[in-house]
Structure formats: C-alpha cells, structure tokens
C-alpha cells in the first residue's frame, strides 16, 4: 500500500461526513422554517435561517466567483502539502475537516447563490456544520503542524 493510500482514504471519510452532514442540515432548514425565522434550541444557542453571501462570518469578499476561485486556490494548496506530508501524525483529519467544509459551503454557493447559516450564539453571527469543520480544521491543523513527533529527536 502506498504511504499517502491509508491517509487519503481516511481524509476522503472525514470529507464525505462533513459534506453529507452539512448538506442534509442545510436543506432540513431550507425547507422547514422561513428565511429570517428563529427557534430558540436552548438558552444560549438558537436555530436560525439565514443567507450569507459573504465568506466567513458575513464578511462581504467581491462577489461569488472570486470567492469561489480564492477557495479553490487555498485547497489545492492545501492538497499539494498534504501530498507531500501525507505520513505526518493526523494529517488527514484537518485535511478532510477544510476540504469537506469548504466543499460544503461551495455545493451552497453554487446552487443556492448563497451559504445557508443556521446556528446563532448570542453576539455571534450565524454558522453551519461546514463552517464548524473549517474552525476545528484549522485548529487541528494548527496542532500537527506545530506538534512534535516523538520519533523525531529534532527541536519543533
């Protein structure tokens, strides 16, 4: 089995639940509550129905193509590093978090016009399961890439 094989196969997992996860919330919001419409879940947290058609967390980033076209660069950067490091400790969790989140939200920007975001914390904008996949991508990415292998004697 090649050394990139097991990783991918256990990126390509991560990738397919975050999606399959994401796109199923979504339409269950698009199509049960109304756009603008909010349901408190619980004291701090309330299911909302809201379009973003900025990148993250509302921010406004010039329109859908270059958003689309910024995101595809960042992920096949994201994919010639992991490539190349496919062997590092964990590599394909963050990698299959940030490519299924991204994918998730693209999948949103390309059928509907705009992201559906559909969890609110108070003074927070609204977010959705792919926007939760890129942060603990992030984090986790963040963590191996900083984290020190114990069979490797060199400093971090």
């Known amino acids: 089995m090649s050394p990139l094989r097991r990783p991918a196969a256990r990126a390509a997992l991560v990738f397919a639940a975050v999606v399959a996860v994401d796109q199923v919330t979504k339409a269950l919001v698009r199509s049960g509550m109304q756009r603008g419409e909010e349901d408190p879940i619980l004291p701090a947290l309330k299911l909302v129905h809201v379009r973003n058609e900025g990148v993250a967390f509302g921010i406004e980033a010039g329109?859908?193509?270059?958003?689309?076209?910024?995101?595809?660069?960042?992920?096949?950067v994201l994919l010639l590093y992991f490539a190349r490091h496919s062997a590092r400790p964990l590599m394909w969790l963050p990698v299959g978090l940030l490519l299924g989140g991204a994918v998730g939200n693209i999948i949103d920007r390309i059928h509907q016009g705009a992201v559906t975001d559909f969890l609110k914390l108070p003074k927070w904008p609204a977010f959705n399961v792919a926007d939760i996949a890129i942060t603990f991508g992030v984090l986790t990415l963040i963590y191996v890439l900083e984290r020190r292998d114990a069979r490797d004697p060199s400093p971090a």
């Open 63 to 76: 329109g859908q193509t270059l958003v689309i076209v910024l995101i595809a660069f960042a992920l096949t």
